[in-house]
């Protein structure tokens, strides 16, 4: 943390030397632990993209606020030439964990935690390869399964009979998201009967269960451009949908826009976090909100880190252990829709319900 300012003052039997931290008084000596550093490198999208690079950076606020002798700081990449640098700035400093967030940044934290096999890292929403790894968590989300909650709550509600979804990038980790929404559409179609139509991502067969999300889609090419999805959002809208899930971080605030723009009748499910939390002055915009659990995740890396029981491997998050969740509204959302989307939930814990969109035909 740069240069290290030290102070002495004497008075009395008693010293302190500040930047030491060492204490002595009448004989005895106390030295005071350093400060535990987390830190964050996130993707383009920024630290304020009221998405997951948010929930990253509030997982370590949340362990600060439990171990005061965490210290957390973040570097934000604007491009990914930054991804490597940032990193490395970050171990040159002396951080306890390293935390890395998006699919971007598999290749700079492979090679980072490759070089570096002393340093601990986590990955937001990979799983990098390394070499016997004893010092990387990857921090993963079975997000179709609460995006499967969230298509049967934009298909009971819609009033249009058409809803809507779009991605930031084609990767697995926006995929599945969008897989998980069109088939709690095509399983709500099917369950009442109903002929619901879902725009922006035709699913094709794929292995699921190993991570092939396979279909066409329309996607912006990034997770920043709030005019693109602005642009696309207007014209789901104009094709009849009443209700859009944007998958892609900061750019869904676009998608905000347009339902602002659009009027009364209008909406938008938020993707990662609590919309009403973290963009809460749009709230009224948000049906719900299909979330991972980013920052309990980043929170737990950073404590176990900072304890010394931190555990390399993988963490899914589910909708059983809390790590994948859809958060509605009471106060909008009927109470027998609720029940129902209780009932469902338990049927996917179980496995009872099929998250593959082919299980169900297409509307």
């Known amino acids: 943390m740069g240069s290290i300012r030290r102070l002495a003052m004497t008075l009395g039997a008693a010293s302190l030397v500040l930047g030491t931290l060492t204490v002595s008084v009448a004989g005895t000596v106390a030295t005071a632990a350093p400060k535990f550093k987390a830190c964050v490198v996130t993707d383009i999208g920024g630290i304020n993209d009221k998405s997951f690079n948010a929930s990253a950076y509030q997982g370590l606020k949340d362990a600060a606020k439990i171990n005061k002798n965490v210290q957390i700081s973040y570097l934000s990449s604007t491009s990914e030439a930054d991804y490597a640098p940032n990193i490395n700035s970050f171990i040159n400093k002396g951080c306890g964990i390293i935390i890395t967030v998006g699919f971007l940044m598999d290749g700079a934290t492979a090679k980072a935690a490759n070089a570096h096999p002393n340093q601990k890292f986590a990955i937001v929403d990979d799983v990098p390869t390394v070499k016997k790894n004893t010092h990387v968590l990857a921090l993963t989300y079975a997000t179709n ?50 002929a619901v139509k879902a725009l922006g991502w035709t699913p094709k067969p794929g292995n699921r269960a190993k991570g092939n999300f396979a279909g066409s889609g329309t996607f912006v090419g990034n997770f920043t451009d709030q005019t693109a999805g602005k642009t696309i959002t207007a014209g789901d ?22 339902a602002k723009a659009a009027g009364p009748g209008h909406s938008i499910m938020w993707v990662d976090s609590d919309g009403c939390v973290s963009d809460a002055p749009d709230c009224t915009y948000f049906i719900g909100s299909v979330t991972k659990g980013v920052e309990s995740s980043t929170k737990n890396a950073v404590l176990t880190a900072a304890a010394g029981t931190f555990k390399a491997g993988a963490y899914l998050g589910t909708l059983k252990n809390g790590g994948a969740a859809l958060i509605i509204d009471a106060k909008t959302v009927p109470a027998s829709l609720r029940a129902k989307i209780k009932s469902i939930t338990a049927g996917i814990v179980t496995g009872k319900i099929s998250l593959d969109p082919n299980s169900y035909p297409a509307r």
Not at 237 to 258: H, N, Q, T, Y
Request: avoid cysteine.
């Open 237 to 258: 809208f104009a094709a009849g949908a009443d209700i859009v899930f944007p998958v892609a971080g900061s750019v869904g605030l676009g998608s905000v826009a347009a």
């Open 145 to 194: 399964q609460d995006g499967f909650l969230g298509g049967y709550l934009a298909a009971a509600s819609t009033k249009t009979g058409t809803v809507a979804t779009y991605g930031g990038m084609n990767f697995p980790t926006v995929a599945i998201y969008m897989d998980g929404f069109v088939a709690g559409v095509r399983y709500y179609d099917k369950t009442m009967g109903a």
